[in-house]
Every structure is written in structure tokens, then in C-alpha cells.
């Protein structure tokens, strides 16, 4: 019964091999992520989904305050006027901007735009609270969501409204300025891959993937189990493009008025999205121990046998004792229904506990991630959970890891690289020569872009695999969501 319970809940989700887009859509729901709205592309965030948001917004938010960075908060709408001030940015984001006319029944006087992004509202704050060079560097983060009017939308990866994190600096000298942009990309990047057991690339964006108004663009890229591409998190550094165009000026040292540098940086619920397409299975979620809002279900069995219920109650206790984050499912469903929800739902482990194993003074643990078995003893369960749970981590990371590592190729000339995206998924790795020409060729024929320029460099030949003209860097390319 217990086993046809379990097919039965996993039968509700398509196989990740038939079809990864739709198994991805029905992981999400089934695993009670999200829910759809009455709005195209605008997502509900049911509890569990937003507990997973609350807890890496934590672990991140710790990470920005340990580097000097505070929280604020910037109004939503912003001006027409205001965010037309720098010319590169309205461009990049008009197509997407949602736009607010009226206010009650009154007309408005100029149009106001729902934050896209908040360079422009940041810019024209700091214009009026920096002075001198003593008020710099500004540190500032919000918390908050945006609208982007997307053509085509998908849970987490792509929605209309998201949340996120935008950070906004400025600084007093350049080289300041760029060590922030890089600091904040290493600070994603082990984010992803401490917390969330998702290894990445980290590199700059080419002049045409960069972000609209940014002098360069950094990025930290993800591959998913379908060997597409997920930009998982950017640093921009702004020179001082907007400075100039929103007049924010300090007094230095010198006595000298000079334009501020500034940063900007973000992440989003697309993480959640990551999390999902690199670790999960055709079980359902799968999710690393520091982020899972669950990290153990006790589960009883015939439970309503003398001892067992207080039993599970016992262990649930003195793993919350521990510090654990731990769930008594005393529910009247049946194990097996039980077991294949605790599974959907990623939880990393589960514990059962029945009237033989209470006899034994005995539990099951059993793994998420490799469904593998474990007896404990009662009395030692919270010793061995606490043992069990950093386990759990770093082999998540490192079959993520293996996992990047053999869907990454080298592609030595054009045969190679034509060959390589053909019978292949994953990044190939290949010499370009800096010419937007030959970007966009690659992107028109192969339908594969680039994703960025690492900072790790290799040579692995001295020509463009698309002009064969001479090759001025190492590309990351591939097919990404």
C-alpha cells in the first residue's frame, strides 16, 4: 500500500527525461511553491515556496551586513521624467515598463513608472545626501519587488513581478568602486555554492550581455540538469554614467567637486528556480540542509500503536533541542503517502519510527538526496541528524559540481564547437574575437549565446571560432533560460 501511495503521488509529476519544462512546472506546484494569479505572469508565493525565500534571504542578508552594507528602502514608483535621465537605462528597460496613469480617478500629470530597477530613484537620493568625500562610501541594499512586463513567463525563472535584492553604491575613487563590484559577485558566489550546493562560473558579461547603463557586468552562471544556462546572480559596475546624469557630486580632500562611482548588484527568486532545475529529481525537490525550511519530517508509523506517537513526539523534541528545524507529521494519511510527500517537498531527511522499531529502541533515517537507509538509536538521533545534515550538504555541491564538470567542453575550432552543441548539453568553452558580429552569428545560427568572459582564462587557440580572425578571449557559451 505504503509503495502504491508513493507512485500514485509521483505519477502527478512528468518525468524530467519526457519533458524538463513541464516537470519543472509541476514540481512547483506540487511541492506547493507557488500558485497562478488571474494576472499573466504574476505568481503566487504559498507559504513553503516563501519560506525557502526567507530563509536565503537571511543567510544573504548576514553576508552583505558582514561587508559594511545596510538596508533601506526606495519608493516604487518613479517619475518618467526621473528615469529618462539616463538615456542607455530607459532604453534597456522601456519594452518592460509597467506604467501607472492615474491616481483614483484623477489623471496623473506624468506618467510613473513600477520599478523595473532603482538606479534612478537611488541616484536622485544620493544627488541630495552626499556633501563631502567624509559622507562616502554609501553601502546601501533594499529588499524588495520589481515589475517587468515579460513577453513569455515561467515560475521563479521568469515572472512579471519578482522579488529581490538590489544593492547601490557609491564611492569616492574608481578603484574603490570596482573592488566593491567584485567583492559582491564572490559574495553570490558562495552564497550559491556553500549555501545552496550550486557551483558556478564567474566571469564579465560581453558589451552585449551587459546590463543597460553599465560600464561592465559581472556574473556568476549555473548549469541546470538539463544542461541550459542560468545567469544566477550580477554585479554591475556604473562608472560614472549615472553621476553625471543625475549630478551627484561630493567634495574631496582636495577641495575639488568630483563625480561619485557607483555599483550596483542583485539577486532574485530565480534562485529558487536554480535550486530546483540542478538538484531535484523525478521524486520532486530536493533541497540543501541550510536553506530547507524542513530539514526533518518525523514520520510515525501505525501510530496510533501504543508508544509510537509519543515516541516521534520524543524525537521531534529533541531535535528541535538540538536546533534543528524539524516537522511531527501526525497526520491520519497513510506512510506511504506520507513518505512521497515529504520527498516532493525536498525535505532532506525524513525519520520513521514504528511499534518494531520502537521495540528495538531504534529509528530509520532516510536520506533525500540518495534515498539511502540508516538505523540510529533513539537515544543518539540528534547526534546522528546533526552528523547527517552537513554530509547531506556537501554531497549535494559536489554532484552539482561533477555535474558541471562533465557538461563542460572545449571546442578548439569551428567543426568542434558546431559539433559540440549538437550532439551535447552543457557550456562549451571557446576562443572568440571580441567582434559583436561574430556574437551574434553564433547566437542566429546555433541558437546559443554567451554567457560570459571568465576571469580564469585559457587558451585554446589563437582563433575565433566563428571568423577564424584572431582571438582576443575564452568564452563560456551555451543554450540558458
Not at 557551483?199 to 559581472?218: L, V, W
Not at 547531506?392 to 559540440?420: C, G, P, S, V, W
Request: glycine residues 6%; negative net charge; hydrophobic residues 35%.
Amino acid at each position: 500500500m505504503a509503495d502504491q501511495n508513493n507512485k500514485k503521488l509521483v505519477a502527478e509529476i512528468t518525468s524530467m527525461d519526457e519533458d524538463f519544462t513541464q516537470w519543472y512546472t509541476d514540481v512547483c506546484i506540487k511541492a506547493e511553491l507557488i500558485a497562478y494569479s488571474h494576472i499573466k505572469g504574476f505568481m503566487v508565493i504559498k507559504p513553503y515556496g516563501y519560506a525557502l525565500w526567507e530563509n536565503m534571504q537571511s543567510l544573504l542578508d548576514k553576508r552583505f551586513k558582514a561587508t559594511g552594507v545596510q538596508n533601506v528602502y526606495m519608493p516604487m514608483l518613479i517619475p518618467e521624467s526621473l528615469l529618462a535621465k539616463e538615456g542607455e537605462l530607459v532604453n534597456g528597460f522601456a519594452p518592460e515598463v509597467a506604467w501607472v496613469t492615474a491616481g483614483g480617478a484623477e489623471p496623473l500629470t506624468e506618467r510613473l513608472a513600477i520599478r523595473p530597477t532603482s538606479e534612478t530613484v537611488f541616484s536622485d537620493f544620493y544627488k541630495d545626501d552626499v556633501h563631502s568625500y567624509r559622507d562616502l562610501p554609501r553601502l546601501y541594499n533594499q529588499w524588495c519587488s520589481v515589475v517587468r512586463w515579460e513577453k513569455e513567463t515561467r515560475p521563479f525563472l521568469r515572472s512579471r513581478e519578482f522579488l529581490w535584492q538590489e544593492g547601490h553604491t557609491i564611492h569616492s575613487t574608481k578603484e574603490e568602486a570596482e573592488e566593491r563590484t567584485q567583492q559582491m559577485l564572490q559574495v553570490y558566489a558562495d552564497f550559491l555554492g556553500e549555501d545552496m550546493c550550486i557551483p558556478t562560473i564567474k566571469g564579465q558579461k560581453t558589451e552585449k550581455e551587459k546590463f543597460a547603463g553599465a560600464d561592465a557586468t559581472y556574473t556568476v552562471e549555473a548549469l541546470m540538469h538539463d544542461g541550459r544556462a542560468l545567469q544566477s546572480g550580477t554585479s554591475h559596475f556604473f562608472g560614472q554614467k549615472f553621476s553625471k546624469a543625475y549630478d551627484i557630486t561630493f567634495t574631496d580632500k582636495d577641495n575639488q567637486l568630483k563625480y561619485v562611482w557607483q555599483t550596483s548588484w542583485g539577486v532574485t527568486t530565480r534562485m529558487i528556480g536554480a535550486m530546483i532545475m540542478v538538484h531535484g529529481d523525478n521524486y520532486g525537490l530536493c533541497i540543501p540542509p541550510k536553506i530547507a525550511p524542513v530539514q526533518v519530517r518525523v514520520i510515525p508509523i501505525q501510530q496510533r500503536k501504543e508508544g509510537v506517537l509519543e515516541a516521534a513526539q520524543g524525537i521531534t523534541d529533541a531535535l528541535k533541542n538540538a536546533g534543528v528545524r524539524v516537522e511531527l507529521d501526525d497526520s491520519d494519511k497513510g506512510p506511504g503517502f506520507k513518505f512521497a510527500e515529504q520527498e516532493m517537498r525536498g525535505m532532506p531527511l525524513r525519520i520513521e519510527i514504528g511499534p518494531k522499531d520502537l521495540e528495538e529502541g531504534k529509528c530509520v533515517l532516510v536520506r533525500r538526496d540518495t534515498r539511502e537507509k540508516i538505523e540510529c538509536a533513539i537515544a543518539d538521533v540528534a547526534t546522528k541528524v546533526n552528523e547527517l545534515l552537513p554530509a547531506i550538504q556537501k554531497d549535494m555541491y559536489d554532484r552539482a559540481k561533477a555535474h558541471l564538470d562533465t557538461h563542460t567542453f572545449a571546442a578548439h575550432n569551428k567543426e568542434e564547437f558546431i559539433e559540440n552543441f549538437k550532439e551535447t548539453k552543457g557550456f562549451v568553452k571557446a576562443m572568440w574575437c571580441g567582434d559583436r558580429a561574430c556574437e551574434d552569428a553564433i547566437k542566429e545560427e546555433y541558437g546559443v549565446t554567451s554567457r560570459c568572459m571568465p576571469f580564469e582564462q585559457e587558451n585554446l587557440s589563437g582563433t575565433c571560432v566563428c571568423c577564424g580572425k584572431p582571438a582576443t578571449k575564452m568564452v563560456y557559451w551555451g543554450r540558458a533560460y
